[in-house]
């Protein structure tokens, strides 16, 4: 039954899927603070079963377009939590899907994943102008999950949440794909124990890591708490993302070396990685 799904949904049998690993790449390693080099938050995971849009920033549509991303067949949007850097480009990008000519033939659906109360969010901007984001050539399906929900959230690629301690809906995300490799987006964040079990062992660990040090806030991450997680999680891989302005020239990846012994890699618009 399921490889039926799998064979309709994108013409590729299950053993086609096992052979094509997840890419990441960094459409914005920024934050909310308008920057000259990072665009605020979203990225791009294409998976051998489809692409998937994590967080979706008013920057996200040009960037997928600079990237040369084909976000006209986009699958589907991770939506983390509700402050504008991670939702702001949610509307434009739905408005421009909606009169696009790319999108006019477009049948296959766009799900939108995120945390109660998206669907209302969404609502409330298209009825706020008739702009009915939701009319649009192809299907569009809002999925709102709950923390520790388990959920198949491209066709073959298994979604587990997590809620972290940033906003009352914030959840960080936890996927495994048809050849078994782990990836973690803990999206903005404050330290937590409990993210160990949450990110525990996986290939590619991308977390925030607002500030440098003396963080102004509890409910962001400065490096030596992010190396501390590394360091409980024993990630393959850790990217460190959401970088505020604080971070500028100063050398991150090198900070983390003396913290942590494994690779970590500092996030810039347009990183590419293979998961
Ligand atoms: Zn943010
Ligand atoms: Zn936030």
């Not at 390693?29 to 665009?39: E, K, M």
Request: hydrophobic share 40%.
């Amino acid at each position: 039954m399921k490889n039926e799904k799998w064979k309709t949904t994108n013409g590729k049998s299950l053993s086609e899927l096992h052979s094509q690993s997840m890419k990441l790449t960094i459409l914005g390693s920024g934050t909310s603070v308008p920057h000259p080099d990072r665009a605020s938050s979203a990225h791009w995971l294409q998976t051998a079963s489809g692409s998937l849009l994590l967080d979706i920033s008013a920057d996200a549509a040009h960037r997928m377009a600079q990237e040369r991303l084909d976000w006209t067949n986009l699958d589907a949007i991770w939506v983390s939590h509700f402050h504008l850097d991670h939702l702001g480009g949610l509307p434009t990008f739905l408005f421009g899907a909606k009169h696009a000519p790319q999108t006019q033939g477009r049948k296959k659906p766009l799900r939108i994943f995120g945390p109660s109360g998206i669907e209302r969010i969404i609502k409330t901007i298209s009825d706020s102008n008739s702009y009915a984001l939701l009319e649009q050539p192809f299907p569009i399906e809002i999925v709102e999950v709950p923390p520790d929900a388990e959920f198949e959230i491209l066709p073959g690629v298994f979604a587990r949440t997590f809620s972290t301690p940033h906003t009352d809906e914030s959840l960080a995300l936890r996927l495994k794909d048809a050849d078994s490799k782990l990836f973690v987006y803990t999206s903005d964040t404050g330290f937590s124990e409990n993210l160990i079990p949450f990110a525990q062992e996986v290939d590619l660990l991308l977390m925030e890591c607002s500030f440098r040090k003396n963080k102004p806030v509890e409910k962001h991450l400065e490096l030596a708490d992010a190396m501390q997680l590394a360091q409980q999680c024993r990630p393959r891989k850790v990217v460190l993302a959401h970088l505020y302005p604080e971070w500028d020239g100063f050398d991150l990846e090198a900070d983390a070396r003396e913290l942590w012994s494994g690779q970590t890699i500092a996030a810039f618009d347009g990183l590419q990685l293979e998961i």
